[in-house]
């Protein structure tokens, strides 16, 4: 289930909410501002392949929670974004310049390690992104969708946040294989949650 589905359904993307830690989950507001009452528009969510619960809280707001959240990187569409007028030195962790562009380095060679070292493109399994790492990366990730259509979108902070999110699963959760360790279908769901970060993160090919 991706933020995009939902979307057809409520109108308008949800927005993450909490760390996904433990589950990945959506609130909408949709029900407050459409002409569908809140049960009703709930229960046509519930009918989704991918929705595991939707609750109608107080406040009037849709809380919707997903089974496999590694879903979203089929629908991450590249983005053209201007990158932000960052100065590239110092090349340290202090300039988001260099967090950013960095971040889009690393995702990319990920890609050129992943071809060279056999990991099947093929084969793609979304519940395989369910470690902390991939989750972090996930959540914000999951953003893009209400991003996209805010008049007042922070992209310089999204950006950030992003490539923070990826730079830890980069180093925790490797998505090519180490040593002698043969490419398993978990590498292939993280490389292509490193091919949706490229298309994100605004950056050279190589620094």
């Keep these: 289930m991706t933020p995009a589905e939902l979307a057809d359904v409520l109108g308008e993307p949800p927005a993450p909410e909490g760390t996904w830690e433990d589950e990945a989950v959506y609130v909408s507001a949709a029900a407050l501002r459409g002409k569908v009452p809140a049960e009703s528009l709930a229960g046509r969510v519930r009918e989704l392949d991918g929705v595991s619960s939707v609750e109608v809280r107080r406040d009037g707001f849709l809380r919707i929670v997903v089974s496999e959240p590694g879903e979203l990187v089929t629908?991450?569409?590249?983005?053209?974004?201007?990158?932000p007028p960052w100065p590239d030195f110092p090349r340290t962790w202090d300039n988001p310049g260099f967090v950013v562009r960095y971040g889009h380095v690393r995702a990319r060679a990920v890609l050129r390690w992943a071809r060279e070292l056999g990991v099947p493109s093929e084969g793609f399994r979304a519940e395989l992104l369910d470690g902390p790492y991939d989750r972090r990366v996930l959540r914000v990730l999951a953003e893009l969708p209400g991003r996209t259509v805010s008049r007042q979108p922070g992209w310089e902070t999204y950006l950030v946040r992003l490539a923070l999110a990826y730079h830890d699963a980069h180093e925790h959760a490797p998505a090519v294989p180490v040593g002698?360790?043969?490419?398993?279908?978990?590498?292939?769901?993280?490389?292509?949650?490193?091919?949706?970060?490229?298309?994100v993160l605004p950056g050279p090919e190589r620094m």
């Design 75 to 83: 629908r991450v569409a590249p983005l053209d974004l201007p990158e």
């Design 180 to 199: 002698d360790e043969a490419p398993t279908p978990v590498h292939t769901a993280r490389v292509r949650l490193a091919e949706a970060v490229t298309g």
